[in-house]
């Protein structure tokens, strides 16, 4: 019987062909961010169609990040630093989701999208609760979430009907509320969302480049009877934080 495992010194531990050339490509990401598909093909000496199956399964689930044909790290690598209890920085800093801690009194998190599902990479001022949450639930359907339908309301028409296409069958009814708030959720900037049973509220705004292009999401959650008497400020305040962001240069060797 054979299989792709590599067989190892006795007693020491085993090897598997398929893992060690998921983990090498991860790696040269790593040290090389814009790496090229003909470099990766090079590094791992494997067949092409093998690296590009690879490739295209971590860029399917967030792992990889592509532009421009060149690979950087995805945002699901920063969903695990999230729950290992890691920030990182970039375009928006840590010192920037402290501040609109502060300034709401509410707990904030950073938001990317991966495939078809939200992932959290930053965070401040969580409570037990939230914090767990979030830890526990490293993916969310874009649709259920405040983040993400902040993030589809800010896409072009054919990709945001694609996915909402692809949710009908199995969340209908998330598809109709979001299309019913649609149109206010573009007016304002931000959108809305109610958690646990209506007990916390959550508000969202997209995160923005220099040159306009959407790549984040802020998130503020929060009780919602403590928040919903100034949701107003806080909605005011938001939306400052977020531009301000806008103005700031990326920093960070990969993409957000």
């Known amino acids: 019987m054979t299989d792709d495992a590599t067989q190892p010194e006795p007693g020491g531990p085993k090897s598997h062909r398929t893992i060690d050339r998921v983990t090498q490509i ?14 990766l093909a090079r590094a791992l000496d494997a067949p092409k169609s093998s690296v590009h199956g690879f490739i295209r399964g971590l860029h399917t689930k967030g792992w990889l990040y592509e532009a421009d044909r060149r690979f950087y790290l995805g945002p699901a690598i920063y969903g695990l630093t999230l729950a290992s209890g890691h920030i990182r920085a970039g375009q928006v800093s840590q010192a920037d989701l402290d501040a609109l801690h502060k300034d709401t009194g509410m707990t904030v998190f950073l938001g990317v999208q991966a495939g078809d599902h939200l992932v959290y990479i930053g965070e401040s001022g969580t409570d037990a609760l939230t914090g767990f949450a979030a830890r526990s639930n490293i993916r969310r359907k874009l649709i259920s979430t405040a983040g993400g339908k902040a993030l589809l309301a800010a896409k072009a028409d054919p990709e945001r009907d694609a996915y909402l296409r692809r949710q009908q069958a199995d969340d209908g009814e998330a ?9 206010e959720t573009r007016k304002t900037g931000i959108s809305r969302n109610l958690r646990h049973h209506g007990t916390q509220i959550a508000f969202a705004s997209v995160v923005r480049t220099q040159a306009g292009e959407s790549v984040a999401t802020a998130i503020l959650v929060g009780r919602t009877a403590d928040v919903e008497p ?27």
């Open 26 to 39: 991860l790696e040269e990401v790593v040290y090389h961010p814009g790496i090229g598909f003909a470099e």
């Open 175 to 183: 598809v109709s509320e979001f299309l019913a708030e649609f149109a």
């Open 230 to 256: 100034r949701e107003d400020k806080v909605r005011k305040i938001l939306l400052k934080h977020v531009a301000s962001w806008r103005r700031q240069k990326t920093t960070a060797r990969e993409p957000i």
